[in-house]
């Protein structure tokens, strides 16, 4: 039986990437986008929904279907009030989470970062980690936290930082062995890819760090 998705992010670097793979999926019959402005793909699968992502517990009634894909994710440099940054790491993701867990869906798969901890004294990492636990409060059966090392990615926006880190990996990524792994950069991608296989294979762990994604984004 043919499956539907949810994507939030679909946008962004790893959301446009996973919309993309979504499409060639043929186990995928609908993709529900929900976003603040359109994705410009014209295809019979997409089923746009351009709201207030803020207001996402407004759309009980059409956020159904199998699997939930939240790629939502701000930084400091585009959010730097506290108080919407919170909004948009925290609030969205976990007023997702809600909505997938009132209408019986099962899977719930979300990027967070590396490092995310709720008891963290650095609040980029404090967030993600009050995200997380909030989402796994909600008790959805799969539910899959992806805390990615740096994501290399094109993005419509100039990002100086992630750009010269980027650069500044390509050549520390080959030394990093063992449990260093987790910290070599990681693209865009190989994060679409996992979040698909999640979806569609049985895995045990809920916390997925930066190696294993790499690990399933090839699988």
């Known amino acids: ?9 679909g946008t962004g670097a790893t959301g446009s990437k996973l919309v993309k793979l979504l499409l060639k999926d043929e186990r995928y019959s609908k993709i529900k986008l929900f976003s603040r402005s359109g994705c410009d ?14 207001e996402l517990e407004n759309y009980t009634d059409v956020f159904t279907g199998n699997d939930v894909f939240c790629c939502i994710g701000t930084t400091k440099a585009k959010t ?15 007023a997702a989470a809600k909505l997938a867990k009132a209408n019986g869906i099962t899977n719930f798969i979300v990027i967070s ?7 963290s004294l650095i609040f980029y990492n404090r967030i993600k980690g009050e995200m997380q636990h909030a989402v796994l409060d909600e008790g959805i059966r799969h539910t899959y936290l992806l805390q990615p090392s740096l994501i290399v990615a094109e993005r419509k926006e100039s990002r ?13 990524n080959p030394l990093l062995f063992g449990g260093a792994k987790k910290y070599r950069s ?7 890819k ?3 296989w999640l979806a ?10 930066s190696d294993v994604i790499q690990k399933l984004g090839k699988a």
């Open 200 to 209: 569609n294979n049985k895995y045990l762990d809920t916390i997925i760090t």
């Open 113 to 119: 970062a590396m490092g995310a901890d709720e008891n």
């Open 160 to 172: 100086i930082m992630e750009k010269i880190g980027a650069v500044v990996m390509k050549f520390i």
């Open 41 to 54: 793909i014209h295809h019979n699968k997409i089923e746009e929904h351009l709201i207030d992502l803020f």
């Open 1 to 9: 039986m043919a499956k539907e998705a949810i994507v939030l992010g």
């Open 186 to 192: 990681i693209t865009d991608t190989t994060i679409a």
């Open 194 to 196: 996992a979040m698909l």
């Open 80 to 94: 730097p009030k506290k108080k919407k940054y919170k909004k948009i790491d925290y609030g969205i993701p976990v």
